[in-house]
């Protein structure tokens, strides 16, 4: 994070500005009337390029505007005489121009500016005016030098004198550099040291260049050819200076100049520099070792940097020392610089001019460019060396008055005028500005303002109470206000009054005080993989009244987004990342008035580049050396560089690792396989990942030897129980080291001292037959192939065939049954029985019932191995269901059979507690209740006493007490009211036994909402549905019975006498029982009604047409009528009590109800 650099400075610059506010003078409006003041001027050794114009720069300000003249040489210069010299308008510069011809040398010399107005006269400094020069190098012949190996060499440069001096430096003739090291190297005047010459110094040449600076341009001298005269042994020396010459040499510097002492020694070995100063320390923070210690640097000298300095050459054959006397003298610096007087009438002032310097300086007074003691007498100024006197001054005694102070090193030049005025106060600055600044901050309210005599200022604040200084404010002499401090009850309006005998001024500032702008969450280092998305983070809180900006820079420079780049309010994303995005990124938040930025780097890794350029070199029979040059580490480091190899024989095309090393080797010896025809290839490692592989090497064909691996994995074992097969696992191909590999495998029978048997074969396996029951072998095998045998195997005992045990345990029992575990006992057999390995006591055991009655149980056979060899075996079985019966038997097992089966034995576990309930769930709940259902347990492990369920309010992390509810083990279900519906509860349920309860089913009720809560259940599980279904499907059976009788019975509808008899829309019921057939005037069709098969009706007498409109009756096969009785509406009969049969399904329903 870079914030405390910025914070750095912010401090500065306060700083620098709490400075200017003690320093700064009172300005003086330009609308006054003022004396001339000098505001530029050219440096004092002016150097200028010949091949430009010349230009003389000389403003200043004054009201009248002043008028400039100059002086060369310290005569009068007539500009108006020379037309290649202008004088710039309303200012003193001047430009000298050659287009027309001149020579720019013919104007060098001193200048010095005079502006001059109704109120004085204001000098420039004495410009040096100097041109330019780059003389060529003289003509010369340079013949060889010759020198004899080890001695020292001076190659001297001299290069032309020029104004400025050139820049020096040594080069060979393909304009390489010479390479410089604490044996050769360049002094200070150019030339070049050997501190002894070496054989090799003579291969090449030395040419020393100058450059000149203003020119640009540079020039070489002949080159120096060496000639080294070479001995057999070369003999050494002591040390030996070869500048500067003798014991002791001075130097003298001035002071804030730099301070450069050169030692260089000649010797053989070469000469080690050292420095000290004698009577003291060096000045560690000013001081510089440069040019491999033979240079001591010190910048800015001051006057306790003289004294004895110090430098000693040594090597293994003896010291030499040189001391230097340093001296410090001082051209002229300033103590107190005259400032500008603005005076009254009738007041009194002084000009001080103090200077100091080495030698000391004289210090001379002018008045408007004149000496003060040829200047007209004046009874109001009295000169006192240093300083000038003003009593009771007077309008029109304003003048500029020159202070110069000088030695022989140099001198300075003031002007300071004092301007007599008589103005009432006045403000110079803007009125009512507002000021908003960042609390806790040093805050500055200005107010410039001006009047003669000097007027009294004061500060108020919302123009209440007395002036306000001391404590937190402070009030400079140029009227500024500094609150130390900013608070928000520092807000308000600060008014300042300027106030003198002629009168009074105010203006006033209205000051905000706002929070700072703060940046919360700063981007952060970080390193990003190619192609991967970086995201770097700057959140920034401020003032809410203040807008904040969020800008983003790279490497100093704004950010360019682009369409890949992507910006928010609180971060930058940089997607798939690319090397170009590799930089410093800064976020600056910026508001009005403040702004803070904080930054972080992004490294962009990558996986690194191949290696390149494998090379195999220092071949041996099983080792070859190999080396390559790393790619790129694109900012990871190569921390390993895999090697892998292909081979033509086994698996061509196919590579594999043959190992690794660490990222800083390139050069490493491979160890190899006999008989292989190898390639390598390399692959480099970062953090990031694996590079592409390497391009592959050339061949490496390894000789063929004898094996040196031993077959692994060899074993005897009995596949039948009268043979022994003898098993091993091949060689790897890369283990063979030969063509024609084959195995000798030995075997023996242990303790038998028989001879060895053995066999030759190229597979991977041998039968022995005929082998007696589980009789131990000695085995051992060897592997050969054409150049001959590799090593023997150690020994390893194989077995033959094993056969089924000939005795079982006996006398199995139990004891200490338990609900889930049992002691177990039983008698052993005798351990030759079992006719091979004694692998265990294998128990079978299952669940013959449980004693929970009705429960189904599962009667799968599980089985436990025990392994005892004691006289009075015994073991736990565990992990039993409770309250259940239980067989088991028992068996003796070698690796392949076991024996007849133990007796049988039956036991029963004890009653447990019992498993947690089946389901447990909230199936139903309205606003009040909470229906709660369970199941039986899966496993009761005894008799069911019980449930007990406990539930308590949860609340968040707040619970309620438990409460407590027990029920008979025939109840399944619970509904619980609850006196606030939006209470949510936790329930633990338990089935018990009379051993205890079990385990809890634990559920959470649902959540309610404050909005009306309607159960969302399933009707078509209710109880009342069902119901309701049920008798509606009942009573629709009732009426298709009575209608199947009815149409059975062929049932007739009664027919009228009377025809004219009109019928009611509605049936009438009489009260004996009976029905009247009524009809409307619409003839509407009686419901189920239906037309006849045939489609026809036969007419007779008692046809029922006659009693309709003209509309045809319909019969179905039996003769029943099924249409609807109409009648017209001329007939008046109506029949009495007569009662008539329901016929018709409509009627049948009548007659149920």
Same mark, same amino acid.
């Given at each position: 994070?870079?914030?405390?650099?910025?914070?750095?400075?912010?401090?500065?610059?306060?700083?620098?500005?709490?400075?200017?506010?003690?320093?700064?003078?009172?300005?003086?409006?330009?609308?006054?009337?003022?004396?001339?003041?000098?505001?530029?001027?050219?440096?004092?050794?002016?150097?200028?390029?010949?091949?430009?114009?010349?230009?003389?720069?000389?403003?200043?300000?004054?009201?009248?505007?002043?008028?400039?003249?100059?002086?060369?040489?310290?005569?009068?210069?007539?500009?108006?005489?020379?037309?290649?010299?202008?004088?710039?308008?309303?200012?003193?510069?001047?430009?000298?121009?050659?287009?027309?011809?001149?020579?720019?040398?013919?104007?060098?010399?001193?200048?010095?500016?005079?502006?001059?107005? #109704?109120?004085?006269?204001?000098?420039?400094?004495?410009?040096?005016?100097?041109?330019?020069?780059?003389?060529?190098?003289?003509?010369?012949?340079?013949?060889?030098?010759?020198?004899?190996?080890?001695?020292?060499?001076?190659?001297?440069?001299?290069?032309?004198?020029?104004?400025?001096?050139?820049?020096?430096?040594?080069?060979?003739?393909?304009?390489?550099?010479?390479?410089? #090291?604490?044996?050769?190297?360049?002094?200070?005047?150019? #030339?070049?040291?050997?501190?002894?010459?070496?054989?090799?110094?003579?291969?090449?040449?030395?040419?020393?260049?100058?450059?000149?600076?203003?020119?640009?341009?540079?020039?070489?001298?002949?080159?120096?050819?060496?000639?080294?005269?070479?001995?057999?042994?070369?003999?050494?020396?002591?040390?030996?200076?070869?500048?500067?010459?003798?014991?002791?040499?001075?130097?003298?510097?001035?002071?804030?100049?730099?301070?450069?002492?050169?030692?260089?020694?000649?010797?053989?070995?070469?000469?080690?520099?050292?420095?000290?100063?004698?009577?003291?320390?060096?000045?560690?923070?000013?001081?510089?070792?440069?040019?491999?210690?033979?240079?001591?640097?010190?910048?800015?000298?001051?006057?306790?940097?003289?004294?004895?300095?110090?430098?000693?050459?040594?090597?293994?054959?003896?010291?030499?020392?040189?001391?230097?006397?340093?001296?410090?003298?001082?051209?002229?610096?300033?103590?107190?610089?005259?400032?500008?007087?603005?005076?009254?009438?009738?007041?009194?002032?002084?000009?001080?001019?103090?200077?100091?310097?080495?030698?000391?300086?004289?210090?001379?007074?002018?008045?408007?460019?004149?000496?003060?003691?040829?200047?007209?007498?004046?009874?109001?100024?009295?000169?006192?060396?240093?300083?000038?006197?003003?009593?009771?001054?007077?309008?029109?005694?304003?003048?500029?008055?020159?202070?110069?102070?000088?030695?022989?090193?140099?001198?300075?030049?003031?002007?300071?005028?004092?301007?007599?005025?008589?103005?009432?106060?006045?403000?110079?600055?803007?009125?009512?500005?507002?000021?908003?600044?960042?609390?806790?901050?040093?805050?500055?309210? #200005?107010?410039?303002?001006f009047g003669s005599p000097l007027p009294e200022l004061r500060w108020f604040k919302n123009g209440q109470g007395s002036g306000l200084d001391g404590g937190q404010y402070r009030v400079y002499i140029n009227g500024t206000l500094e609150i130390k401090r900013a608070r928000a009850e520092d807000e308000g309006t600060y008014t300042c009054v300027a106030s003198s005998i002629l009168g009074k001024a105010e203006n006033q500032v209205r000051l905000e005080v706002k929070e700072p702008t703060r940046i919360i969450q700063a981007p952060e280092h970080q390193s990003a993989i190619r192609g991967s998305t970086a995201r770097f983070t700057c959140r920034v809180t401020s003032d809410p009244s203040l807008p904040v900006s969020v800008a983003w820079m790279k490497d100093d420079k704004p950010l360019y987004l682009g369409w890949r780049l992507k910006k928010d309010d609180e971060s930058l994303s940089i997607p798939n990342v690319n090397e170009g995005d590799e930089g410093t990124y800064t976020c600056t938040a910026k508001s009005e008035i403040d702004q803070l930025s904080a930054s972080a780097r992004l490294t962009v890794l990558a996986r690194p580049d191949p290696p390149m350029d494998l090379d195999l070199s220092d071949p041996a029979a099983r080792s070859v050396r190999l080396t390559w040059i790393p790619g790129k580490e694109h900012r990871s480091p190569i921390t390993e560089f895999l090697v892998q190899f292909e081979e033509d024989r086994w698996e061509p095309g196919r590579w594999q690792n043959l190992s690794s090393y660490p990222g800083d080797l390139n050069s490493v010896i491979l160890q190899l396989a006999p008989f292989v025809n190898y390639q390598f290839r390399v692959i480099a490692i970062n953090s990031v990942g694996q590079s592409d592989p390497s391009r592959p090497s050339p061949r490496y064909k390894t000789t063929g030897a004898a094996p040196d691996a031993i077959p692994k994995g060899l074993r005897g074992w009995g596949s039948r129980k009268d043979n022994m097969e003898i098993t091993w696992e091949p060689l790897l191909d890369l283990e063979r080291n030969g063509p024609n590999l084959h195995y000798i495998v030995w075997w023996r029978r242990k303790d038998a001292e028989e001879e060895w048997n053995n066999l030759t074969t190229v597979g991977t396996n041998h039968v022995v037959h005929n082998t007696e029951i589980y009789v131990p072998y000695e085995l051992k095998i060897q592997a050969r192939n054409e150049f001959g045998a590799g090593p023997e195997s150690n020994l390893v005992i194989g077995y033959s065939g094993e056969d089924k045990p000939t005795d079982a345990p006996t006398d199995l029992r139990v004891s200490k049954v338990d609900s889930t575990k049992v002691i177990i006992h039983w008698n052993p057999v005798d351990l030759n029985s079992v006719q091979g390995e004694f692998k265990e006591y294998r128990l079978y055991y299952w669940r013959e019932s449980s004693q929970v009655p009705g429960l189904v149980v599962s009667k799968e056979k599980k089985v436990k191995g025990f392994y005892s060899t004691t006289a009075k075996p015994s073991g736990m079985l565990s992990d039993l269901a409770p309250y259940s019966n239980y067989k088991m038997f028992m068996v003796v097992a070698n690796n392949r059979f076991e024996s007849q089966p133990s007796n049988t034995v039956a036991f029963t576990t004890k009653e447990g507690v019992p498993d947690a309930p089946r389901f447990f769930k909230i199936n139903r709940r309205s606003l009040d209740t909470i229906h709660l259902e369970w199941a039986k347990p899966l496993e009761p492990n005894g008799i069911l006493t019980g449930y007990q369920l406990k539930y308590q309010t949860v609340n968040g992390s707040k619970v309620g007490p438990f409460q407590l509810e027990t029920f008979f083990p025939n109840v399944t279900e619970f509904f619980l009211r609850v006196p606030d519906r939006f209470s949510r509860y936790k329930f633990f349920l338990s089935a018990l036994t009379q051993v205890g309860k079990g385990e809890d089913y634990a559920e959470e009720s649902p959540h309610f909402t404050n909005e009306a809560y309607i159960d969302q259940v399933d009707i078509a599980t209710q109880g009342w549905f069902i119901g309701l279904m049920c008798a509606i499907a009942l009573i629709i059976l009732i009426l298709l019975i009575v209608c199947f009788i009815k149409r059975s019975r062929g049932g007739k509808y009664p027919v009228r006498d009377k025809k004219d008899l009109p019928l009611d829309a509605v049936d009438q019921k009489d009260q004996d029982g009976s029905f009247d057939y009524h009809s409307d005037e619409d003839n509407k069709p009686l419901q189920g009604s239906q037309t006849s098969l045939d489609g026809n009706v036969k007419e007779s007498d008692d046809s029922l047409v006659d009693y309709g409109e003209g509309g045809d009756g319909q019969f179905n096969e039996d003769g029943s009528f099924i249409g609807q009785y109409t009648v017209k509406k001329d007939k008046d009969e109506t029949e009495g009590n007569e009662s008539s049969e329901a016929t018709s399904p409509v009627n049948a329903i009548y007659s149920l109800a």
């Open positions: 994070m870079l914030w405390q650099d910025k914070h750095a400075a912010l401090t500065f610059m306060s700083l620098l500005l709490l400075l200017w506010q003690e320093a700064a003078p009172i300005e003086v409006p330009e609308d006054l009337k003022q004396p001339p003041t000098i505001m530029k001027q050219s440096v004092k050794n002016y150097i200028v390029d010949p091949r430009d114009n010349i230009i003389i720069e000389c403003e200043a300000k004054g009201n009248p505007v002043p008028t400039f003249s100059w002086r060369r040489n310290g005569k009068f210069f007539n500009i108006g005489k020379d037309p290649r010299v202008t004088m710039r308008k309303r200012s003193g510069t001047l430009e000298i121009g050659f287009r027309s011809g001149g020579r720019p040398e013919d104007y060098e010399g001193e200048y010095q500016c005079f502006a001059t107005n #109704d109120f004085g006269v204001s000098l420039s400094n004495k410009i040096l005016l100097r041109v330019s020069k780059a003389p060529l190098w003289p003509k010369e012949v340079l013949e060889p030098v010759s020198v004899t190996e080890g001695s020292a060499l001076v190659l001297p440069c001299n290069p032309p004198p020029g104004l400025p001096p050139p820049f020096t430096f040594w080069m060979d003739s393909n304009m390489s550099p010479i390479p410089q #090291d604490k044996r050769v190297s360049m002094g200070l005047n150019g #030339d070049l040291y050997f501190s002894n010459v070496l054989a090799q110094d003579a291969n090449t040449d030395y040419s020393c260049k100058a450059r000149f600076l203003f020119t640009h341009t540079i020039q070489e001298k002949n080159p120096y050819k060496l000639k080294v005269q070479t001995n057999r042994k070369v003999a050494e020396s002591t040390p030996t200076f070869l500048s500067p010459s003798g014991s002791e040499s001075s130097k003298m510097v001035l002071r804030d100049e730099q301070l450069l002492l050169e030692c260089i020694a000649a010797g053989l070995p070469t000469p080690i520099i050292k420095w000290f100063k004698k009577g003291g320390e060096l000045p560690g923070q000013k001081v510089k070792f440069e040019n491999f210690n033979k240079t001591l640097k010190i910048v800015s000298v001051s006057e306790e940097d003289a004294g004895e300095y110090v430098c000693m050459a040594n090597n293994h054959l003896g010291t030499i020392r040189h001391s230097i006397f340093v001296q410090v003298k001082a051209a002229p610096y300033w103590l107190h610089k005259p400032s500008d007087q603005v005076l009254a009438p009738e007041e009194n002032g002084r000009l001080v001019c103090r200077a100091n310097g080495n030698p000391k300086p004289r210090i001379e007074w002018l008045v408007n460019g004149q000496p003060i003691e040829s200047s007209p007498t004046n009874p109001n100024r009295q000169v006192l060396g240093d300083t000038i006197m003003f009593h009771s001054v007077q309008i029109g005694s304003s003048a500029v008055y020159q202070c110069n102070a000088s030695n022989e090193h140099g001198y300075l030049l003031a002007n300071a005028f004092v301007n007599v005025l008589d103005l009432p106060p006045r403000m110079l600055g803007p009125k009512n500005q507002l000021i908003k600044v960042i609390k806790n901050n040093r805050t500055f309210l #200005d107010c410039p303002f």
